[in-house]
């Protein structure tokens, strides 16, 4: 079965970088899509990116391109979110789900039910 393990979240000043690590086990990532999202204290949970299974497509959220990035590390079994010029409202519990043979859909709230694994989350924190 898989499991994810998401990684490198932390605090960082307005205007920094991070790289988030979704880890994966138990089998090979190519064969599902895999998206990240992330939730702020008090509000819904939001998709952030997605990669479709066979690193088809990837959409990032249209109010987060430019600065939010997704790629898949296939020797490492791993998908990285790499996210420049943080604001303080990018600060959230960051997670990565993935769904078996899932093409992602450009509509993002298409994208949570059809996750089967989900990681535990990493907590970003951006102080301004």
């Known amino acids: 079965q898989l499991q994810l393990v998401e990684s490198g979240g932390g605090e960082v000043q307005s205007g920094g970088s991070l790289r988030l690590s979704c880890d994966a086990s138990g089998d090979n990532l190519d064969w599902y899509g895999v998206a990240w999202f992330r939730q702020a204290p008090g509000l819904e949970r939001e998709g952030v990116a997605c990669?479709?299974?066979?690193?088809?497509?990837?959409q990032v959220r249209s109010f987060l391109r430019g600065r939010f990035t997704l790629s898949r590390d296939t020797v490492k079994n791993t998908v990285i979110l790499e996210a420049t010029n943080l604001k303080p409202e990018d600060t959230a519990t960051y997670y990565c789900?993935?769904?078996?043979?899932?093409?992602?859909?450009?509509?993002?709230?298409?994208?949570?039910?059809?996750?089967?694994?989900w990681g535990k989350g990493t907590l970003v924190t951006i102080s301004s």
């Open positions: 789900a993935a769904g078996r043979e899932y093409a992602c859909p450009d509509y993002s709230p298409a994208w949570a039910p059809r996750m089967d694994s």
């Open positions: 990669s479709s299974f066979g690193d088809t497509y990837v």
